[in-house]
């Protein structure tokens, strides 16, 4: 498979449009139009019979000590674990591309609603769901896309990777409300390819000549 996007070009950084949140040089970060990009794919394997997209910070802080603490950065070293940021299933075996904005176009504060679509595919939800568990104006569910915001302490530029798998089943084996982590385990038993590409992004003051203009 190959998977391309006209949003953002493939290892560099991502637009602010795409992200959950900007830089803002008077509160250090705002949000953002938090926009699904563009998605396009081909070179289908046969017999494929739908669609599931992933999007995985792979570089999280493992531990959240240092996260936004204005007197120090996360260091580089520590070590990372992946958040979801989009899980997307069901999409039918003749989809080729998604639209940017098509299925997130705003910051939803207490999450999108999920998880069935008007398209008939499902989106699960994402670890923003976690991450606000405690936030009084901010907690809910979380399905679909919701963009990049790693800290803006964060010494470490942030890889984002977007994976489309090709599925040999119509719909996968799930109901009700469902995480990245169990799809990726049903992934694993029903891809029959995939391809991916990588983003980056970053809020640190600090590292901002790596990030475009939004």
Request: hydrophobic share 35%; with cysteine.
């Amino acid at each position: 498979m190959k998977l391309r996007s006209d949003s953002f070009a493939a290892g560099q950084p991502l637009p602010g449009k795409l992200a959950f949140a900007r830089p803002d040089p008077a509160t250090r970060v705002a949000l953002a139009d938090n926009r699904n990009p563009h998605l396009a794919w081909d070179e289908v394997p046969e017999g494929t019979r739908s669609f599931a997209i992933l999007c995985v910070d792979h570089d999280a802080p493992s531990k959240p000590d240092d996260v936004n603490h204005p007197d120090r950065e996360v260091p580089a070293e520590l070590p990372r674990a992946d958040f979801y940021h989009w899980i997307l299933v069901d999409l039918p075996a003749g989809r080729r591309a998604l639209e940017e904005g098509a299925y997130s176009s705003q910051v939803s504060p207490r999450g999108k609603p999920g998880p069935e679509l008007p398209d008939g595919s499902r989106q699960g939800v994402n670890d923003y769901t976690q991450w606000f568990a405690t936030d009084h104006d901010m907690s809910g569910d979380y399905y679909g896309y919701d963009g990049a915001c790693p800290p803006w302490n964060d010494a470490l530029v942030h890889r984002y990777e977007f994976i489309v798998h090709a599925l040999d089943v119509d719909r996968l084996p799930l109901e009700g409300r469902f995480d990245g982590r169990q799809v990726q385990d049903l992934i694993a038993r029903h891809s029959l390819g995939s391809a991916s590409i990588t983003g980056t992004y970053t809020l640190n003051a600090r590292l901002l000549p790596a990030t475009p203009d939004a």
